[in-house]
């Protein structure tokens, strides 16, 4: 079974002589969310028994394709895709560029959006991703489940992308490009500086301002390809340890739950915190103690 699986994760390279000739030898790690998708305003959007949930996950499919395009042309070799969003099964595989593979379902490690990263890769982009949980004027903005109001480390609270990045950055790989609406653009330069960013849509209360697709999947794939050209200009987003973990939710019954993981302590009426030397151990918590 192993040796018939490795067979087929090789085959789309042995299928793309061209690719194989890129000079830059860039290995490129690619996490895509849904509700930045170009388009997406509502949940029923991004939702598997949303009507029109199946046109959406086509547009995030060119989207990351859009993403594939540009990092070739930059000189990847090696791109992997981490399907992020639900189920992590929204991704058309058929349709996906055969340059990359897929990782799709959920592990259960702590690395959750971000499985699969490791110290071999040079970058990491983020498609469709969203802002943080209380964001104004942004598009279906949350933090990780419906029940965090929100993350912090540090002192610094942060969206998805900023502990998704801690994580590219515990293995020393910078964040070089992010898609999403307007508000995850500015949350993501704030916490980063330095990184390449489109915004696909903006957000008018709940309602939102968005760009045709073929456009956002021109601008993508420019920028990506802006970004890996110029890897130098990037740093990994790190922060000093000890890491320690401030985590707002909504329920008491969540509070009270997330009280009882080892290492965890209750410091407001719907606060936890938890602290570690290990990015990862904290991550770990985090996916422990909140639903
Ligand atoms: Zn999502």
């Known amino acids: 079974m192993k040796r018939i699986a490795i067979a087929l994760l090789a085959l789309p390279f042995l299928c793309a002589p061209a690719f194989a000739q890129s000079q830059g030898n860039l290995k490129v790690f690619i996490s895509v969310d849904m509700e930045g998708i170009t388009g997406v305003v509502n949940w029923e959007d991004v939702s598997r028994t949303?009507?029109?949930?199946?046109r959406f996950r086509r547009i995030m499919t060119d989207e990351t394709n859009a993403a594939i395009e540009g990092a070739v042309a930059a000189g990847a070799t090696e791109i992997v895709v981490r399907d992020s969003h639900g189920s992590a099964r929204n991704i058309l595989p058929d349709l996906l560029d055969p340059r990359a593979r897929l990782i799709r379902d959920w592990s259960g490690g702590p690395k959750v959006m971000m499985e699969g990263v490791d110290e071999s890769f040079d970058a990491v982009i983020f498609i469709g991703y969203h802002a943080k949980a209380g964001t104004p004027d942004a598009l279906l903005e949350h933090t990780s489940?419906?029940?965090v109001t929100d993350f912090s480390i540090n002192g610094i609270s942060m969206p998805?992308?900023?502990y998704n990045s801690l994580i590219a950055g515990y293995y020393d790989v910078p964040v070089v490009f992010a898609a999403g609406d307007k508000a995850l653009c500015e949350q993501v330069e704030g916490l980063l500086g330095d990184v390449e960013t489109v915004a696909v849509k903006?957000?008018?209360g709940a309602a939102a301002l968005t760009l045709h697709p073929e456009v956002s999947h021109e601008r993508i794939r420019l920028g990506v390809q802006r970004a890996l050209s110029n890897l130098d200009?990037?740093?990994p987003f790190k922060l000093d340890a000890p890491y320690t973990l401030v985590l707002k939710l909504k329920t008491e019954e969540s509070v009270y739950r997330g009280s009882f993981f080892p290492g965890a302590e209750?410091?407001?009426d719907w606060e936890l915190r938890?602290?570690?030397d290990d990015f990862l151990d904290v991550m770990y918590a985090f996916g422990a103690m909140r639903r």
């Open 160 to 162: 998805e992308a900023g």
């Open 266 to 268: 209750r410091t407001g």
């Open 145 to 147: 489940s419906g029940d």
């Open 50 to 54: 949303g009507k029109d949930y199946d």
């Open 202 to 204: 903006e957000g008018i």
């Open 233 to 235: 200009r990037f740093e």
């Open 274 to 276: 938890y602290s570690s």
